[in-house]
């Protein structure tokens, strides 16, 4: 492998992404295409899993498509197939492994079992077409994963490596702001929702708790989310207005200041958290990454912390931040180069830990059955009327 930049073509399709992408040498982007389902499941209000399998199907080939028509290259010029493998939705994956498994098969390509959670982490590697290079985060470092399903911070000494220093004990980051927006009235998905309402609070003195869990690095934000529902039931009822679940709405200009407040909350715990940890383990740089890792917020208050340690920060653009096809990419072609091979009985694993075996389960658990039935209809019901359905728009996300 030495020697020659090997390109290795990534897919990844776990939750409602349908990402593409060719990278070389596990760092430059050459190509990427990611097909969104954000409008097919926002009637509904989150993932419907049936739907997003079935989207995933309807994308994958066109997204492969158009990756190989923008960098001319076949795929029997590609070095090795890597796709994820989990954690994730169990049909969802499915259909991202089936497909990397047959065009490995007839390609006779060597293919990557890939955790979306090292994508996650080795995103922060990953260069644009075009830009400059620049210099790889060095070892020790300390990593913090937020994404929807999964929050995490771990110590890495050496590629591929990790220590876990802690996790959520309840929701996920991003699970906690999707909740968070869904009880402010705002639209799906909450992060970039309760970001965008937060920016434009004005007094910003809306104090929700924080769980600091004493000195672990474990999360929780099951407590503040009930804080939240608590403030927002009491307001209501002192407003005379119905509760939320009864579609009850606080004003605009209040729901600013509470997701002001809400967001404060998570950065606050999520930032001093990841630079004690910084502090304690010697590291010589902070990584970030998944789709909380976008919120600017969160971004800032780690940045000047990092500075003020002397500490370069590493975290990825907001489009590499969320789910894509070109992380897979660069974690894949690191596990390609240690000699990892997946055979053809590769399967999804909806529920595999980067870091404990056996440990830490998927926490974005599928909803009760009541709850998935009627998500379905209505989500079906959209997708009949045209509204926010079929078609996905494709490729939400071309290379700059
Ligand atoms: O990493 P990701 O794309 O998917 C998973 O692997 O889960 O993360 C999606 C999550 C969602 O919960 C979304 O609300 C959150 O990332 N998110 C944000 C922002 N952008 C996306 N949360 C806070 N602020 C943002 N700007
Ligand atoms: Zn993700």
Redesign the pocket.
Known sequence: MSGRASLVLAIES??D?TGVAVVESGRRILAQAVASQIALHAPAGGIVPELAARAHLRWIVPALQEVLATTGVTIGEIDAIAVTAGPGLAGSLLVGIAFAKTLAWAYRRPLVGVN?LEG?LYAAWLLDPGEPERPEPPFPLVALVV????TFLVEMRDHLRYRLLGETVDD????A??KA?RLLGLGY????E??AAAARSRARDAVLPRAWLGKSYDFSFSGLKTALRRQVELELAAADRPAAEAGGRLDPARVTELAWGFQEAVVDVLATKTLRAADETAARAVVMG???A???A?RERIATGAAARGLPLFVPR?GL???NGAMIGAAGWRRFVAGERAGDDLGARPAWPLVRPGGAPDT?RPPRRGTAARAYEIALAAERDGAGGAPVPAARERTP
């Open positions: 776990s939750c992404e979306h996650h994404s929807g399903g999964h996920a980051a991003g699970e702001f999707d927006g998905p909450g992060g970039p309760i970001a998944g789709g909380v976008s919120n600017v969160l907001p931040c969320t789910d974005r």
